[in-house]
C-alpha cells in the first residue's frame, strides 16, 4: 500500500471502524488495515482541507511536520502547494518521478511541484487557459528552487516537441546569469535572490515553448555597497575576481583578491573561492547560450569592476574642508578608464554637485560625507540599471523568433514573501505591500475560482466568511491619503522633510485606522519596545513595525545631475545606453522609486489576474540551513505570515472536498455492486447510487453538473475506509481477472505457436501429399502408356505396367485354377505372359493328372491301364471302340448261374493248377459248317483260353483249351462281336477256326492281352470278307461283313456268314 493511499485515512475515525469491523473481517483485512493506520499517523494528510481540525495551527504543523520528518515536503491545499525546504537532495526529481506527473490529476500522484507544472501545462495546451504560477515565501525557503523545477518540469514535458532546444537551454541558462548579477549570501540563504521575479514562458500551439521574457522588481541596491557582517555582495563580484583569467583581470585592473575592495571585504570560507570560480566557468558559458557576445561580455564585466574600484576611491579633507579625490588616486582613474569617462571629471562630480536655482547654476562642493553618498549612490545606479540592462538583454534573446498570434504563457512569480525583521525598513515596507498585494489577488482569484465553479456546478453559492486585506492595500496606496502619497508628498514638497516629518504626516493622517499603529495610540507595554521613528502596520499576516529611518532618501533614490550626464557619456555602451535613457534635460522630478514600485506591481497584478493561477507556498524549516531540523515556531511564524489559516478556511468554507464524478466513480465504484466492475449509465447517476449505498446524509454533500462536493473530510473518509477493505476483495478479483487474462495470453501465445506449427505440418503433408499424387499420376499415365502398349514387345514405358498385369494375371490365376482334371479351361492371359501360360496349363494339367492318378485305386488304375491298352490297340482301327470307352471293363460277365458253373469248372482237374483266372463271359459260338449259334462261355486264364459249353447249364463242357501264346485273333474294323480265333494246327484237338460273337469284344480282347502281353496276336481286318479255316488249315468259309441298322450274325443265303455291322 503506497503512502498516498495511507494518507488519505483518518486516524480516529478508523479506529471506530476498524472496532467495528473486527467482527465481520478476517484477521488478514484486519493487518492490513492497521499497517495503514500506522504510516496515517507516521506521514499525515496529503492535502490539509481533509484536516479534520482545520482550524486548529497546531493541527496544521503537526501535519506539516509528520510529513517532512518522512521526506515527504510536499501538501496540498486544495489546489495550493505548501513545499517545506528539505535542505537535502530528495530523489523526488528523477525522470522517473517527472513521467509519473504526466497527465496526471492532483489525487493521482502525490503531492509534488510538478504536478503542479503539469496541471498549468494541460490547462494551458489543451484548455487555452493562460497560467501563472504564483511562489512566495521568505528567504530560503525555497522559492527559486521550485520555479527552477517548474522550469526543468516544463522542459522534460516538451521534450518530445521538434525544434524547442535552443528555446529551453536558453530559458534554463538565464537563470545562472541572473542568479550572478541578482542573487547574493544572506545570513538566511547562501543563494539568495535579492530581485523579485517574473518570467514568462511563451508556447506555441503545439505547447512548445518559443520563447520567454522576464520582469525585474526591486533589486537590493543597497547591497552593492555595504553588506550586513557575515552575508556578501551580489556572486558576480566574487566570481569575476575567483574566476576571471589573467588576461581580463589585467585588462579590468583587477588583484583578484575581494577583501581588497571595500565592497566586497566579507569574503566566505576559502571553499566558497574555488566555488566562484566554478561559477564564474557557468557564468560565461550561459552568456555564450543567451549569445551575449565577447564585446557585451567585456562592458559587463568592466562594469563590475569599475563598481569595486569605485568602491576604493577613497576622499580627503582639503583646506575648506571639503572632500577632495587625489590625484594619484588609481581608483577614480581605474573607474574613469573602465567606464571610458573622463578622470577629471569624474572626480569633480563626486566630490561636487552642479545646483540650478533660479535660473542660476552654481556649483557647491560637497563635504565627505556628502561625497561618499555620491559615490556609493553612483555605484549602486550603475550596477542596478546594468541588471535592469542584463534583463532587457534576456528577454531580447528570449524573445521568440517569429511573431505568434497563437501563442500562450505560463508565468512564473518568484518574488520574496513577507519579511518581518527586528528592524524594518523601506525595503521591507515595500516587500510586505507587495505581499499585501499579491494576497488581495489571491483571495479575489480563489474566491472567484470558487465562485465560479459553484455556478458552473449548479451550486448554491454559500458565502465565505474571511478577511479581505483591502483595507490594508487601501492604506498604503489609496491617492492622496495612502502611505504611498504621504511619503511621496513629504519627498517632492518644497522645504525641510525629513523622516520624522513623514513619520508625523502618516500619524497625523492615519492614526485612526484600524490597521495603522502610531507610538503615540500604542498602550504603555508596547511602547517600551517601539521607537518614536517607527509605526506600525497590522498586515493580514501579521503586525508589522517599521523604522521611518531612510525612507525618504531611498524612496528619492537621488543620483546627482553631473554624476548622471557624466555616464551618460560612457565609452561603454552599456553605461552609456543606461544613463542616456534619463531625461536628462527634463526639469520634472522622476518618478519617486515607491510609485514606480507600485506602477510595476499593479502592472504585475493586472497581468496575472488576466491569468488562471497555482500557488506554491515555500516554509523554511529552520533557520540553520539543516535538513531534518522542524521548528514549530518558525514554521508557525510562516504559516501565519503566508495566510495559509486562512487559505485553509476559505477553501473549507464551502466544500472540504470535490471530485468529478468519473473520478469518484471510478475510486469507489466497488463499494455498491450496482455500481461495480462497470457501471453503464452516466457517472453522475452512478455518484448518487454509490451515495445512497453510503449512507451519506442530505447535508453532507451535494452534486453539481459534473462533481460531487463533499462538506467533511470525515464522509469522504468513511469513504475510503469502505473502499480500502473492499479493495483486498477486489484485488483478489482484480488478480483473478489477471490470472486469467495472463493464461489466456499465455493461451493465445501457445496457440499462435501452434497453429503456426500446424501450419508448417499442413505444408509438409500437402507438399508430400502433392508429390505423392504428381507420383501416381506419373504411376498412372506410364500405367495407361504402358495399357497401350501392352501387347507389343517390353519396353521401359510398359515394362512396369506388364509386370504388375504378370503378378495380377498370376494372382487371379492361382484363384481360378481348373480343378478337375477333366476340365480343359484355363483363364486367358496378358499377352506377354502366353508361353508362360501355356507352360503352366501344362504344367497345372500335369499336376491335376498326377494328383488324380495318385487318387486312383488300383482297380481304377487297373481300368486305366486296360483303357490305355484298348486305345492302343483298337484308337482308329475298330469302328466300336469309341462306344467301348464309356463302360468299365469287367473280368467276370457271367450272370451267377453261369458263375457257379465256372467255380465248378475251376474246382474240376480240367482247370489247371496255379492257373489263374482273368476273364469270363457268355459267347456265342458258329459252327464252322452251317454256322449254327451254340451258347458257350469264355474263360481266358493268364495261360490259356477255355471254350466251355454251357447249353447243358448244368456243367460247363471243356471244348477246347487254347494256349494263348499259340493263337491268333482276327476282327473286323467295324462295330460289331465276332472274334475269329486262328488255332494252330499243332493243338491236336483243333477242328478249324473258331467264330464266336461276343458281347464285350474290345473288354475282353484287352484284358486277356493285357496279360498275355501280346497285342500283335490280335488282327484287324478292314476287309469285307474274311475267310476262316476249316479243321488243319484248311480254307473253309467266308465271313461277309456288312452294315446295317440291326446288329446280326446268321448264316446268309449265300451260305456265308453274314455279319452286320452297325455303323
Ligand atoms: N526542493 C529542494 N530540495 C533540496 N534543497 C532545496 C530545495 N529547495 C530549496 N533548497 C535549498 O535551499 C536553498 C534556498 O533555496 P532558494 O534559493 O530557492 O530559496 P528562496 O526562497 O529563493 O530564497 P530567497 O528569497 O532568498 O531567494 C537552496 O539553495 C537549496 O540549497
Ligand atoms: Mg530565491
Redo the contacts with the bound molecule.
Keep these: 500500500m503506497g503512502f498516498s493511499d495511507v494518507e488519505s485515512l483518518d486516524y480516529h475515525w478508523l479506529l471506530s471502524r476498524i472496532e467495528k469491523q473486527r467482527v465481520l473481517r478476517a484477521v488478514s483485512v484486519q493487518g492490513v488495515m492497521e499497517h495503514a493506520l500506522q504510516h496515517r499517523e507516521r506521514v499525515g494528510v496529503q492535502d490539509f482541507v481533509l484536516l479534520e481540525d482545520f482550524r486548529s495551527e497546531a493541527a496544521f504543523i503537526d501535519n506539516l511536520r509528520k510529513r517532512f520528518n518522512e521526506n515527504l ?1 510536499y501538501t496540498y491545499i486544495g489546489n495550493v502547494l505548501i ?1 517545506v ?6 530523489p523526488i526529481y528523477t525522470e522517473e518521478k517527472t513521467k509519473l506527473y504526466y497527465k496526471k490529476a492532483f489525487f493521482e500522484a502525490p503531492p509534488h511541484v510538478f504536478a503542479i507544472a503539469d496541471n498549468a501545462y494541460r490547462s494551458l495546451v489543451y484548455e487555452h487557459r493562460e497560467q501563472c504560477i504564483l511562489i512566495s ?10 520555479s527552477k ?1 517548474v522550469l526543468e518540469y516544463i522542459a522534460a514535458r516538451t521534450n518530445h516537441l521538434r525544434n524547442v532546444e535552443t528555446v529551453k537551454d536558453k530559458l534554463l541558462q538565464s537563470n545562472p546569469l541572473l542568479e550572478a548579477f541578482g ?1 547574493a549570501k ?1 545570513h ?6 535579492r530581485f523579485g521575479k517574473y518570467m514568462d514562458i511563451q508556447f506555441n500551439y503545439e505547447g512548445a515553448p518559443e520563447g520567454g521574457h522576464i520582469l525585474n522588481y526591486l533589486l537590493e541596491k543597497s547591497r552593492v555597497v555595504s553588506q550586513m557582517s557575515g552575508e556578501r555582495n551580489f556572486h558576480i563580484f566574487y566570481q569575476l575576481l575567483a574566476g576571471a583569467d589573467q588576461d581580463l583581470q589585467r585588462h579590468l585592473r583587477l588583484q583578484g583578491r575581494p577583501e581588497v575592495y571595500k565592497y566586497t571585504t566579507d569574503v566566505g570560507p576559502m571553499n566558497q573561492k574555488m566555488n566562484d570560480a566554478q561559477q564564474f566557468r557557468i557564468v560565461q558559458e550561459a552568456m555564450k547560450v543567451i549569445e551575449i557576445g565577447e564585446a557585451e561580455q567585456r562592458d559587463m564585466f568592466e562594469i563590475v569592476a569599475s563598481v569595486l574600484h569605485l568602491g576604493n576611491v577613497k576622499f580627503v579633507q582639503n583646506d575648506k574642508g571639503y572632500a577632495e579625490i587625489l590625484n594619484h588616486d588609481a581608483n577614480s582613474g581605474n573607474v574613469a578608464d573602465l567606464l571610458r569617462v573622463d578622470a577629471i571629471k569624474l572626480r569633480e562630480s563626486l566630490t561636487s554637485r552642479t545646483i540650478e536655482a533660479r535660473g542660476d547654476v552654481v556649483n557647491t562642493p560637497l563635504d565627505i560625507e556628502q561625497a561618499q553618498y555620491a559615490r556609493d549612490a553612483l555605484a549602486k545606479a550603475i550596477y542596478e540599471k546594468h541588471f535592469s540592462w542584463l534583463v532587457a538583454r534576456l528577454n531580447s534573446s528570449l524573445a521568440p523568433k517569429e511573431k505568434d498570434n497563437w501563442s500562450s504563457v505560463i508565468g512564473i512569480l ?1 518574488i ?1 514573501g513577507f519579511e518581518i525583521f527586528p528592524k524594518n525598513s523601506f525595503e521591507q515596507f515595500c516587500i510586505n505591500y507587495c505581499n499585501e498585494k499579491l494576497q488581495q489577488l489571491f483571495i479575489q482569484l480563489t474566491l472567484k475560482q470558487e465562485q465560479e465553479e459553484y455556478l458552473r456546478e449548479g451550486i448554491e453559492w454559500e458565502p465565505v466568511e474571511y478577511f479581505n486585506n483591502i483595507v490594508i492595500c487601501d492604506l498604503i496606496e489609496a491617492r492622496h491619503r495612502g502611505i504611498i502619497a504621504i511619503l511621496d508628498d513629504e519627498c517632492l514638497r518644497p522645504g525641510d522633510a525629513t523622516d520624522a516629518s513623514f513619520l508625523e504626516k502618516l500619524t497625523q493622517h492615519l492614526d485612526g485606522h484600524k490597521h495603522y499603529k502610531s507610538h503615540r495610540k500604542m498602550d504603555i507595554r508596547t511602547q517600551k519596545t517601539m521607537g518614536r521613528d517607527e509605526f506600525c502596520l497590522v498586515h493580514y499576516a501579521g503586525e508589522v513595525t517599521y523604522n521611518v529611518s531612510t525612507f525618504l532618501e531611498k524612496n528619492n533614490d537621488l543620483l546627482f545631475r553631473d554624476i548622471q550626464s557624466l555616464m551618460a557619456s560612457s565609452g561603454n555602451a552599456i553605461v552609456g545606453s543606461c544613463f542616456k535613457d534619463l531625461n536628462l534635460t527634463s526639469k520634472k522630478r522622476p518618478e519617486t522609486a515607491i510609485t514606480q514600485f507600485k506602477n510595476s506591481l499593479n502592472e504585475l497584478i493586472k497581468i496575472l489576474s488576466s491569468k488562471e493561477p497555482s500557488y506554491i507556498r ?1 516554509i523554511k524549516p529552520n533557520d540553520f ?1 539543516q535538513p531534518m531540523q522542524f521548528d514549530d515556531k518558525l514554521v508557525s511564524h510562516q504559516v501565519k505570515y503566508l495566510g495559509l489559516m486562512e487559505n485553509l478556511r476559505v477553501r473549507r468554507a464551502g466544500f472540504a472536498y470535490r471530485r468529478t464524478y468519473d473520478a469518484f466513480l471510478e475510486r469507489y465504484k466497488c463499494l455498491s455492486s450496482e455500481t461495480w466492475p462497470n457501471y453503464q449509465g452516466p457517472a453522475r447517476m452512478g455518484v448518487q447510487k454509490l451515495v445512497e449505498v453510503l449512507n451519506y446524509d442530505r447535508e453532507d454533500y451535494r452534486l453539481g453538473n459534473t462533481k460531487i462536493f463533499i462538506r467533511f473530510p470525515k464522509t469522504l473518509f468513511e469513504t475510503e475506509d469502505a473502499y480500502q477493505i473492499k479493495k483486498n476483495d477486489i484485488a483478489t478479483i482484480i488478480q483473478s481477472r489477471w490470472r486469467g487474462y495472463w493464461q489466456r495470453k499465455q493461451y493465445l501465445k501457445m496457440r499462435a505457436a501452434a497453429i503456426v506449427i500446424q501450419k508448417w505440418v499442413r505444408r509438409f503433408l500437402a507438399q508430400r501429399l502433392r508429390d505423392r499424387r504428381r507420383k501416381a499420376a506419373d504411376v498412372i499415365r506410364s500405367f495407361i502408356k504402358g495399357f497401350i502398349t501392352r501387347n507389343g514387345p517390353e519396353t521401359p514405358e510398359n515394362r512396369r505396367f506388364l509386370g504388375i498385369a504378370k503378378v495380377h494375371w498370376l494372382k487371379r490365376l492361382s484363384t481360378r485354377l481348373p480343378t478337375k482334371v477333366l476340365d480343359l479351361t484355363w483363364p486367358p492371359c496378358p499377352a506377354t505372359c502366353q508361353e508362360a501360360s501355356r507352360e503352366l496349363h501344362r504344367l497345372h494339367r500335369a499336376h491335376l493328372s498326377r494328383k488324380y492318378r495318385l487318387a486312383l485305386s488300383p482297380q481304377d488304375k487297373k481300368q486305366f491301364e486296360l483303357k490305355v491298352l484298348a486305345e492302343k490297340m483298337f484308337k482308329g482301327k475298330k469302328n466300336s471302340y469309341p462306344s467301348s470307352i464309356a463302360e468299365r471293363f469287367l473280368e467276370d460277365r457271367l450272370t451267377s448261374e453261369h458263375q457257379v458253373l465256372r467255380n465248378t469248372f475251376m474246382a474240376s482237374p480240367s482247370w489247371p493248377t496255379g492257373e489263374q483266372l482273368i476273364y469270363s463271359c457268355e459267347a456265342v459260338k458258329y459252327d464252322r459248317r452251317g454256322y449254327k449259334p451254340r451258347e458257350r462261355a469264355l474263360l481266358a486264364s493268364d495261360r490259356a483260353l477255355y471254350v466251355l459249353d454251357a447249353a447243358a447249364r448244368k456243367t460247363y463242357k471243356l471244348k477246347h483249351r487254347l494256349p494263348l501264346d499259340k493263337l491268333r485273333v482276327v476282327v473286323t474294323n467295324e462295330t460289331d462281336s465276332l472274334v475269329l480265333i486262328k488255332i494252330p494246327q499243332e493243338l491236336k484237338k483243333d477242328k478249324g477256326d473258331l467264330i464266336i460273337s461276343v458281347t464285350h469284344l474290345i473288354e475282353a480282347l484287352t484284358i486277356v492281352t493285357d496279360y498275355s502281353k501280346k497285342p500283335d496276336i490280335i488282327e484287324i481286318v478292314d476287309t469285307r470278307t474274311i475267310a476262316h479255316n476249316l479243321v488243319n488249315g484248311k480254307q473253309g468259309g467266308t465271313i461277309e461283313v456288312t452294315k446295317g441298322t440291326q446288329p446280326a450274325i446268321q448264316r446268309a443265303k449265300s451260305g456265308n456268314l453274314l455279319v452286320v455291322a452297325t455303323p
Design positions: 515536503i513545499s525546504n528539505p535542505y537535502k537532495n530528495l515565501g521568505e528567504s530560503g525557503s525555497g522559492k527559486t528552487e521550485a523545477k542573487n544572506t538566511r540563504n547562501d543563494n539568495s535572490s518568484d520574496y515555500c540551513k
